[in-house]
């Protein structure tokens, strides 16, 4: 039985595929099984994954039509066979002591349930760009977190016990899934990032969180208003959603000028490290 089910969600990530995986296959720690979920990919993803499946039987590849990510991580959680998840993007690198050194720590800190590291950002060619540097204990974590995500979700590890009683990602909170997911989990569990570099963290604009920008940061400000009402002993006033759009903003009392002001500087986050699409719709929908 593996002690570590990395679960990897592969969306049209050819360009990339064959370097994540390898970084994984790489790794100091290798009692592990590598599920990748091929999600309706319409490039040469299915053919890398079976080639990699042929070589490496810790890889297990399953396919379903494009369900988008929320979906595809939940599926992933429900064929985990090990007492930990650990995620991973398709078009990341993982340094290779990371498995070993998220392992020891929570074997050793039994009371935090979710993990994450510390990444270095790099451009689409590898080039180097910032190093992070997150809040590393639970207090601290905690007390940010409706302030910006702690938790960099491609370097996280979880015990997957504790993930299935949060019952796994809210698919209306697509593109911010992880934030409401650490939110949810510190107010019955710790958290806590190591201060190693442990993963690159590629910047491109064919990345999810680039694609979807502003539903990114809709679901980020309706995961913070969901965790401010439980907290404050209230419903969670997107518990029954679907989904999230501007509108079940608006009715849960923000402005159309805060929601704005918070794309724009998502928008500039991406444009000072020259990160831009070079089609313009990107900034025509957040201006919407």
Known sequence: ??????????????RFLGEAIESIRAQSFENFELIAID????????EILDEYASADKRLRVFRCGHQGLPRTLNFGISL????????MDADDIALPARFERQLEFLEAHPQVAVLGTQLQ????????????????????????????????????MMRSAAVRALGGYREAFRAAEDHDLWLR???????????DVLLYYRLHTQAVSFQNLEQQVIAAMAAELSAHSRRAGKSDPFAGNESLTRQDLRNAGLSAES????I?????????RNIQAANPVLGQAADA
């Open 39 to 46: 999600d309706g990919s319409r490039d040469q993803s299915a």
């Open 121 to 156: 950002q790099i451009r689409e060619d590898g080039t180097p760009m910032a190093i992070s540097s997150h809040p590393l204990c639970h207090a601290e974590i905690a007390a940010n977190m409706l302030k910006f995500c702690c938790l960099h979700h491609p370097t996280v």
């Open 259 to 262: 929601l704005d002001r918070s």
């Open 1 to 14: 039985m593996p002690a570590i089910s990395v679960v990897m969600p592969v969306f049209n990530a050819a």
């Open 185 to 195: 989990a510190a107010e019955q569990y710790e958290l806590a990032n190591l201060p």
């Open 264 to 272: 724009r500087k998502a928008r500039d986050w991406y444009r000072i």
């Open 80 to 87: 985990a066979r090990a007492k930990y998840i650990a995620r």
